[in-house]
């Protein structure tokens, strides 16, 4: 996102205008090629072609995503017919599991890593922090969908994401679009080799593109003052300086496409040969594994075959951001962290969670708070997985449970009840002693 969020253009002035977006993914806007992955989306008035024969003006591209019904309301006899949208439902969480496994899947075939990533980052990087209200305020919302959202230029090529996924929301039909983008998004991530990222889930979809965000509120890749551009964007979302070099850094991923962009070689020695529709320029030579390169190579620019943008080389300009570039250039530990904490923080921007606290899913099991027994060891070795799912099977056969500890100290309460049991049973034995012994 930080450039990756898409170097977006905030407005399309003209036919002639070519506008940068700026993910850490973007894809060929040629519909021909769904799984090319490639980091930046450029576009154009051109690009937006193979949307128009996809679908009408104002409509969503999916024919299961929410549109407007009619309800009928009476009152005091009249009849009065009223326009509401329908209320997404609450994603399911078995159904979250089982979709995250057919992303996996998906990635291992089509290697639409970064395309899948950029789709995440744009639906919830049009968040406005200054506006309070949803879903004006933009984000996590699933509205990307919608035409008129992916006809902004920042979004050129989306459409093919769009298209890769949908065979998915078909199958998985109680999961949000806004879950969906958000679940791929940081599978694509963990799946090239990236960090967990902790992410949440149950995000409440917009159900009409009259609901979408005006465009301009994603970046752009070669503005005048590239470091002030990328603030203005990105305090816009309530994100740091810390952030906005974390989130650059998912550029390990991806490449641009001149053809499409005007930013870039048409091929290089990295990307001649593909995975997917070969060509264009990578910011890393292994452009589908996620790692900390992205800075150690803008550090060395030792390779004309590798990209650098503007906002790119502003990370190692400016002085704040290069302290934090500097630091993941050398330490790849803390660039994981402080990516999956900044790209967790992207994907909840401006959603409306039902239920509010969201779903938890993580390692296939859904959670509410995760099952604290696991967490103990012995003689510093961790528990097996068949003595987790005993204890586990134990705690949960006395009443407790993952999310709810037991109402009253089971064990305490035993060893209680056993020492009045005792004492009752030395009680009677000595008042029978005495019967006995009497003459």
């Known amino acids: 996102m930080a450039l990756s969020l898409s170097a977006a253009s905030h407005s399309l002035c003209s036919s002639s205008t070519t506008r940068v977006s700026l993910p850490p993914a973007a894809v060929s806007s040629s519909s021909s090629s769904p799984s090319s992955p490639s980091l930046v989306s450029f576009s154009s008035s051109h690009s937006l072609s193979p949307l128009r024969s996809l679908a009408s ?3 969503s591209l999916f024919p299961h995503s929410p549109s407007l019904v009619q309800r009928k309301h009476t009152n005091r006899g009249s009849s ?4 509401s949208p329908t209320r997404a439902a609450a994603s399911d969480a078995a159904q979250l599991k089982s979709a995250k496994e057919d992303i996996k899947v998906l990635l291992r075939t089509k290697f639409c890593h970064p395309i899948l990533v950029r789709l995440g980052w744009h639906d919830a990087g049009t968040y406005n922090k200054n506006i309070e209200e949803w879903p004006q305020r933009g984000g996590a919302n699933g509205s990307l969908r919608f035409e008129p959202e992916l006809k902004h230029a920042a979004n050129a090529g989306l459409v093919n994401a769009l298209k ?11 999961i949000s679009y806004a879950d969906l983008f958000q679940l791929a998004s940081a599978t694509a991530v963990e799946e090239a080799g990236g960090p967990e990222i902790p992410m949440k889930y149950g995000r409440v979809d917009v159900s009409a593109p009259e609901q979408c965000p005006e465009e301009g509120r994603l970046p752009d890749a070669g503005p005048p003052s590239p470091a002030d551009h990328l603030r203005e964007v990105f305090y816009r979302m309530g994100l740091n300086d810390k952030e906005i070099v974390a989130l650059s850094g998912a550029h390990t991923l991806g ?13 290089t020695k990295y990307t001649k040969a593909g995975p997917g529709e070969p060509g264009g320029q990578s910011w890393t030579v292994k452009w589908l594994k996620f790692d900390n390169s992205y800075f150690k190579d803008i550090k060395e620019k030792r390779d004309e075959d590798l990209l650098v ?7 190692f300009e400016d002085p704040s951001f290069k302290n934090y570039a500097e630091k993941y250039a050398e330490d790849p530990a803390a660039f994981f962290k402080d990516y999956a904490e900044a790209h967790a923080k992207l994907s909840n921007l401006g959603a409306k969670f039902d239920p509010p606290e969201g779903i938890i899913i993580d390692n296939g099991s859904v959670q509410g708070e995760k099952f604290v027994a696991a967490k103990y060891s012995t003689q510093k070795k961790e528990l097996s997985d068949s003595m987790k799912k005993k204890i586990r099977a134990e705690y949960e056969a006395i009443g407790g449970s993952p999310d709810k500890p037991l109402p009253t100290n089971y064990f305490l309460n035993i060893i209680i009840a056993i020492s009045v049991l005792v004492l009752l049973f030395t009680f009677l034995g000595n008042n029978n002693s005495s019967d006995y012994s009497g003459f």
């Open 80 to 83: 009065n017919t009223v326009v």
């Open 255 to 267: 490449r641009s496409r001149s053809e499409r962009s005007g930013w870039g070689k048409p091929e």
């Open 57 to 59: 003006s104002s409509s």
């Open 164 to 174: 890769l996924i949908e065979p998915i929301k078909e199958k998985y039909s109680n």
């Open 309 to 315: 943008l503007p906002t790119d080389a502003a990370l």
